[in-house]
């Protein structure tokens, strides 16, 4: 059986999220967990969501787990999410993330790409900005020994 999510880090601070298909509730909370990890950090970082598969609706649970993560960690999220990018070839998805993130944006900015390549060049555009603004006095943000990249499949 195939894994619901990868979650890639060994390009840090970019964090890809491959998603597979729905996840079951044990890896929803693994991906949670993972996300806290990100954020353990406490250094600046982009996501990258390559979503694949077919997805049917996200389960209610995992909705109000992630809106519920989201509300608690909103203030590390401004610190440290630099962006959020989503790579959808469906106009359909598209439309869904851009809707819901005109009433909701996440933190850090967003932007939804057809193609792989132009997400990654401006997840490292947001980096860089990031990086620009903390060197121009703006809030520092506390470093910590790195953490060695990771590949998690759940």
Same mark, same amino acid.
């Given at each position: #059986?195939?894994? +619901?999510?990868?979650?890639?880090? =060994?390009?840090? &601070?970019?964090?890809?999220? !491959?998603?597979?298909?729905? #996840?079951?509730?044990?890896? /929803?909370?693994?991906?949670? $967990?993972? *996300? =806290?990890?990100?954020? $353990?950090?406490?250094? %600046? /970082?982009? #996501?990258? *969501?390559? %979503? +694949?598969? =077919?997805? +049917?609706?996200?389960?209610?649970? *995992?909705?109000?787990?992630?809106?519920?993560?989201?509300?608690? !960690?909103?203030?590390?999220?401004? @610190?440290?999410?630099?962006?959020?990018?989503?790579?959808?070839?469906?106009?359909?998805?598209? #439309?869904?993330?851009? /809707?819901? /993130?005109?009433?909701? &944006?996440? &933190?850090?900015?967003? @932007?939804?790409?057809?193609?792989?390549?132009? $997400?990654?060049?401006?997840?490292?555009?947001?980096?860089?900005?990031? *990086?620009?603004?903390?060197?121009?006095? $703006?809030?520092?943000?506390?470093?910590?020994? %790195?953490?060695?990249?990771?590949?998690? @499949?759940?």
């Amino acid at each position: #059986m195939s894994t +619901g999510c990868e979650f890639i880090d =060994d390009d840090w &601070p970019l964090v890809r999220v !491959n998603y597979r298909r729905l #996840m079951t509730d044990e890896e /929803f909370d693994r991906y949670l $967990a993972l *996300h =806290d990890s990100v954020l $353990a950090r406490r250094e %600046p /970082f982009v #996501m990258l *969501h390559i %979503p +694949g598969g =077919d997805f +049917g609706t996200v389960p209610r649970r *995992h909705r109000y787990l992630l809106v519920d993560w989201l509300r608690r !960690n909103e203030s590390e999220l401004r @610190k440290y999410l630099a962006g959020s990018a989503f790579v959808v070839e469906s106009v359909i998805h598209r #439309m869904t993330i851009s /809707f819901v /993130f005109s009433l909701s &944006p996440p &933190p850090g900015g967003y @932007k939804v790409f057809t193609e792989l390549s132009e $997400a990654e060049a401006w997840c490292r555009e947001r980096l860089s900005q990031r *990086h620009r603004l903390l060197a121009g006095g $703006a809030s520092p943000v506390p470093t910590v020994d %790195p953490v060695p990249p990771r590949v998690w @499949k759940f």
